[in-house]
């Protein structure tokens, strides 16, 4: 997918869920560019359990429906019409792009911490709250890839 195509389907998204800021569409643009260089790697290189442009991994899917979503069952319809699913399966967000994308926004939204406004904040909030500190990505990475497949 095009940088353009995919900046407009997460803008698109994130207004459609009440959950849009240019602060967030950059840093799951960031993402998605860190994570599998905008859709080019849709299932984790080395056979690990990680799907989708945002390469999560199923385990955090299903604790995100389980313990955030199912007690915000407004926010679960918004995502449910939005990504034109009637149920939440970990396996869609391979190929579901929507679901990947609500997901993705998802998961930052419950960092307590707001999202930064710049490309060096947001690779820190990525390491540390999608990569994770024991993540093999760096914050060096996710400048090069978002000045590479993003600006």
Request: proline letters at 3%; aromatic letters at 10%.
């Amino acid at each position: 997918m095009n940088k353009v195509t995919i900046r407009n389907l997460i803008t698109s998204v994130l207004k459609e869920i009440g959950l849009y800021s240019d602060n967030a569409v950059n840093l799951l643009m960031g993402t998605a560019a860190q994570e599998s260089r905008l859709g080019k790697y849709r299932k984790q290189i080395g056979g690990g359990p990680a799907l989708g442009i945002f390469q999560m991994e199923p385990a955090t899917f299903n604790d995100i429906v389980n313990n955030y979503l199912r007690y915000k069952p407004e926010l679960a319809a918004k995502i449910e019409r939005a990504a034109r699913v009637s149920r939440f399966k970990a396996e869609d967000i391979e190929n579901n792009d929507l679901l990947a994308i609500c997901m993705a926004r998802v998961h930052y939204l419950r960092v307590k911490k707001a999202i930064p406004g710049d490309l060096e904040g947001w690779a820190t909030y990525w390491k540390r709250y999608y990569n994770t500190p024991l993540g093999k990505g760096t914050e060096e990475e996710f400048i090069a890839n978002y000045k590479k497949y993003v600006q």
